[in-house]
């Protein structure tokens, strides 16, 4: 008998630890930092705590008899030495367990690759100036980078960043592990990195799914992407796949996806790969004007009272269609924007429930479920979208749940107020300043 308690014990806990296991298999973000001055420093950059990897753009200039050279737009001049400095913002960002790679390559045409010689003479390069090894040059000062990302969009033969890859890939036998990342373009196979990629030496793939509408994420047809996606995941031997987007719609020509379609669409269809590991941004100056301080800032100077757990305030209907969609209110106002949600019914609406007699006695009550926040009424009148359409006038800390069409047509002109409704069986919201959902706020 005790034995098999502690048979049973020893199951439960097992369970609870794989449930543990699974759970913690969430994604994180990758930022590329260095090529816009109003971004801040690489210390801010990390110490927002909103990324896991940061990859250092531009060594933008190598090969072809040129002298190998790093571009961080209007961080700092390497010409005088001036970005030696990024070495302090290298060791913040690893004390923080956050990786840092420098990204070869870009959207210029200054670097290629022509030989297996020049291939091997970058690796050494690369190991000497950024990495464990030693040069007095080193562009960056001393901090030794976590590894190499290959944003390689032309320039040179292709076989030669294999050549490359291999070069680096030896180092890691040094002690140190030499990580190796890689920025292709969605269509599969990419042109210039196919090469490199075919070697299997590669730890992340972060693919571009933007500037190549056949391959970018749309609502209308998800299946370019989504056969993207499962190709590169399937075809390619690396540990961690990401899904490369734009910061914002400045970011890129097109490709951008809002983060409420990214969390219900594309992110659970991704997490299908176990290989799946996050989300690449291009690029941070876009992410930071794309956060709820900036780009929502005037949504916020109507409504500084909003964030989670939001509060939303349910009328009739609302109840009533929940109920013939079945679904749980208060799991399904979770489902809809991840995060804690009470609901919230007045005294007018539960008035009115209570007046709608027998057929809304299941609304009835659901209404008076303890988990939701009953909120008295001291007003005159008693017509219940009065009683919200005063409420949120009055006090812009709720978000009103109708599927009334007046209802909802007269807090749209109500600056700061998102309405949640329901559509094909499930919530949704519309007005919700998107930063309050997406940014750092991914459903990773
Ligand atoms: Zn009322």
Known sequence: MGAKICLEHAIIFLL??????????????????????????LTDTCAS???????????????????????????????????????????YCQSQGIKVLLSLGGGTRTYSLSSVAEARNLADY?????????????????????????????????SYYAELA????????????????????????????????????????WIQFYNNPQCEYKTSSPNGFKNSWQKWTTSVSASQFFIGLPASTAAAGSGYVAPNVLN?????????????????????????????????????????????????????????????????????????????????ITDCVMAELEKLGQKYRVALRIAK????????????????????VDRVTQHKCFIVATCDRDLKRRIRKIPGVPIMYITQHKYSIERMPEATIGGGKLKL
Request: aromatic share 10%.
């Open 16 to 41: 609870v630890l794989l449930a543990l296991a699974f759970e913690s298999k969430a994604g994180s973000i990758v930022i590329y930092w260095g090529q816009d001055g109003r971004e801040g420093t």
């Open 166 to 205: 291999r070069g680096l890939s030896e180092y890691s036998k040094r002690g140190r592990k030499v990580y190796l990342a890689a920025a292709p373009q969605c269509p599969f196979p990419d042109a210039s990195l196919n090469s490199a990629l075919s070697t299997g030496l590669f730890d992340y793939v």
């Open 369 to 388: 479920d303890p988990r939701f926040e009953r909120l008295p009424c001291t007003h005159k009148g008693t017509y219940a979208d009065d009683c919200l």
């Open 264 to 344: 219900s669409q594309v992110l659970p269809f991704a997490k299908g790969s176990s290989k799946y590991g996050g989300v690449m941004l291009w690029n941070k100056y876009n992410d930071d004007k794309n956060r709820p301080n900036v780009s929502s800032a005037l949504f916020f100077t109507h409504n500084t009272a909003l964030g989670p757990p939001y509060r939303v305030l349910v009328d009739t209907n609302f109840i009533n269609f929940s109920i013939q969609n079945k679904l749980d209110l208060e799991k399904g106002m979770m489902d809809c924007l991840y995060a804690k949600c009470t609901p919230c």
């Open 126 to 158: 690369l190991w000497n100036n950024f990495l464990g090894g030693s040069s007095n040059a080193r562009p960056l000062g001393d901090a030794v980078l976590d590894g190499i990302d290959f944003d390689i969009e032309g320039g040179g033969g292709p």
């Open 49 to 91: 705590g909103n990324y896991k990897i940061v990859n250092i753009a531009f060594l933008s200039t190598f090969g072809g008899g040129r002298k190998p050279q790093i571009n961080l737009a209007g961080h700092c001049d390497p010409a005088s030495n001036g970005c030696k400095i990024v070495s302090q913002g290298i060791r």
